[in-house]
């Protein structure tokens, strides 16, 4: 009896089976990999993150570039930045005259707050 094409297929069969099994634990491995990955971390956050800067600088812009009343009844105006410079460089032609009406804005758009009641214990 002639023992080398046994012992031939054996060795391919050795072969064969370690080659499967190194393919079948890669393929395992790349499997899990599939269904264990995790989502980006902070991905959702950067997200909320833009769009918050996105309304942040529109309405920035909005607040720089419009008129709008900031309290009615104490007529106080929020003016755009071209017009509060012209403004400003017209006002201060006569710098007493303008920094006497710039303290009473203040003091019209800050009144100072009511006195505390007297103490009891006092």
Partial sequence: MNQEPIRE???WAYTAAILGAFLIV???????RHYSQTPVLGAARAAERARALAEI?????DVLNNVAWINQSNGIVRLRI???????????ANP???????????EKANPPPPKPPPSPFE
């Fill in 96 to 106: 007493a005259q303008a920094r006497s009406n710039l303290v009473s804005r203040a």
């Fill in 26 to 32: 890669g393929a395992m491995v790349l499997v899990m």
């Fill in 9 to 11: 297929r054996r060795g």
């Fill in 57 to 61: 600088r529109a309405t920035e812009a």
């Fill in 82 to 92: 071209e017009d509060a410079m012209r403004l400003a460089e017209k006002e201060w």
